[in-house]
T-cell receptor
């Protein structure tokens, strides 16, 4: 039972345009949602997060939106750059019990930004 | 430099030969975890530890063991590896509490069991 889902395995975008990566979740017992970026032969690196009580968080070119009623979050990258090409994982952090602190990940989306 | 160090980076072994993947962090984090990454499945938690001597199963613990005798170290043990444990493994650590701080991940260990 996949609690966090990224339904798009890949996304291709032209340099300078907007990249939108999507993620859906089924469990409401998460206190934070996070995005990670992963290059080949490296571990995932933290990109941006959003509290479950917020609906938007912005950090430079990266903005994460949270729609709690739809159980959906998205990552917007504007403008996209070739160096953004990587695998992006969304993750949700458990907020209580045995899930406290646990990150549950989506399947990942491969983003390719063409020059 | 704050980091999570895991070794080895690459490992090829035979079925049934016990192995240990080491993990060490220098950030004084109380929470540590092991994940495996498989195509189409993302990262799945194997085991986690909330602090020294406190460990528990994640979503896919079968065939794995862990220990947490010191705060900085969290080794992953495969007592009798099988081919279905061929995967990319990541160790991660974090400090729990208020704030959406993500885990810091190691660089990964690519394990092949033949």
């Amino acid at each position: 039972d996949q609690q966090v889902k990224q339904n798009s395995p890949s996304l291709s975008v032209q340099e300078g345009r907007i990249s939108i990566l999507n993620c859906d979740y089924t469990n409401s017992m998460f206190d934070y949602f996070l995005w990670y970026k992963k290059y080949p032969a490296e571990g995932p690196t933290f990109l941006i997060s959003i509290s479950s009580i917020k609906d938007k968080n912005e950090d430079g070119r990266f903005t994460v939106f949270l729609n709690k009623s739809a159980k959906h979050l998205s990552l917007h990258i504007v403008p996209s750059q070739p160096g953004d090409s990587a695998v992006y994982f969304c993750a949700a952090r458990g907020q209580g019990g045995t899930s406290y602190g646990k990150l549950t990940f989506g399947q990942g989306t491969i983003l390719t930004v063409h020059p | 430099e704050a980091q999570v160090t895991q070794n080895p980076r690459y490992l090829i072994t035979v079925t049934g030969k016990k192995l240990t993947v080491t993990c060490s962090q220098n950030m004084n984090h109380e929470y540590m975890s092991w994940y495996r990454q498989d195509p189409g499945l993302g990262l799945r938690q194997i085991y986690y530890s909330m602090n020294v001597e406190v460990t528990d199963k994640g979503d896919v613990p079968e065939g794995y063991k862990v220990s947490r005798k010191e705060k900085r170290n969290f080794p992953l043990i495969l007592e009798s590896p099988s081919p279905n444990q061929t995967s990319l493994y990541f160790c991660a650590s974090t400090s729990l509490g208020v704030g959406g701080y993500g885990y810091t991940f190691g660089s990964g260990t690519r394990l092949t069991v033949v």
